[in-house]
């Protein structure tokens, strides 16, 4: 699942590769949303890598598609 993260002031988004559903990304969003603004959000991604951004500096949060779609033409000859 491809996450992608925009944080405020900073042009490039963050793409995060996660082997969370969406559910649990969203899930993950809320809890740090409900906590106090001293909160982070944090995801790991398939490498192990542990991503953390402030709740205060986040912009959005774009959650892909769960299911990958197959590349190319995809029609039979």
Not at 15 to 20: I, K, P, S, W
Not at 56 to 74: C, K, Q
């Amino acid at each position: 699942m491809e996450v992608k993260i925009g944080v405020r002031s900073v042009h490039r988004e963050l793409v995060v590769e996660t082997d969370l559903s969406a559910e649990q990304v969203e899930e993950e969003i809320r809890n740090a949303l409900s906590v106090d603004r001293g909160g982070v959000f944090a995801l790991t991604d398939i490498k192990g890598r542990r991503v953390v951004v402030p709740v205060a500096a986040l912009g959005f949060i774009e959650i892909g598609e769960d299911e990958s779609r197959p590349v190319g033409f995809g029609g039979t000859l």
